[in-house]
């Protein structure tokens, strides 16, 4: 992977929230806009389509702090659970293949609070190649990736590892803190 064009993609992202808090108009447009560049750089596509993506790829960011750009791909089947991103914003953005977004409402339970959740759907979205979703803090959404391979590019504003945030369970009704990994 040619850093410089990370380095430079990194920073077009960040000059974006510089005076501005994260949202849909600078993160969500804008951003999308510097990673559908980013792709079109020479070697770019092809050095994305060779990496090992059983575990996610930082492609640039430091452990433990701050923006990171992250890699990610399945190759089979995936469905994950309703989870919140804590006070990070992210950038879900679609290289190939498909995403099914969906996003929640907690209707019972305190934004951000483990304990009894209940979720109700809001909406569920296609994510395309080329494409991206933007969420703020605490957005509640789940992934699926029912027509595999797919692959795809998540900016957040902090390392998730390190945050803390909540994994719902639909089916008992419960919002827990995710374990860190
Ligand atoms: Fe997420």
């Avoid at 996610?56 to 701050?66: D, Q, T």
């Avoid at 692959?151 to 504003?157: D, E, Q």
Wanted: no cysteine; charged share 25%; hydrophobic share 35%.
């Amino acid at each position: 992977m040619n850093e410089q064009h990370l380095n430079e993609l990194a920073a077009g992202i960040m000059t974006l929230i510089e005076d501005e808090d994260p949202s849909e108009s600078n993160i969500g447009v804008r951003g999308t806009v510097l990673i559908n560049e980013f792709l079109r750089q020479p070697g770019v596509e092809e050095s994305l389509a060779a990496l090992d993506v059983e575990k996610k790829v930082r492609l640039w960011g430091n452990k433990g702090s701050g923006m990171q750009i992250l890699f990610h791909g399945a190759d089979t089947p995936k469905k994950g659970s309703p989870h919140d991103h804590g006070q990070s914003w992210a950038l879900y953005f679609q290289v190939s293949g498909m995403t099914k977004m969906t996003t929640y409402k907690r209707v019972v339970g305190g934004s951000g609070q483990p304990g009894e959740a209940v979720l109700e759907k809001v909406d569920e979205t296609d994510v395309t190649p080329g494409n991206a979703i933007f969420f703020g803090p605490q957005v509640i959404h789940s992934t699926q990736h029912p027509s595999p391979p797919a692959r795809w590019i998540r900016v957040t504003g902090t390392d998730l590892d390190f945050a803390e945030r909540l994994r719902f369970s639909i089916e008992r009704k419960e919002a827990v803190i995710e374990k860190k990994n």
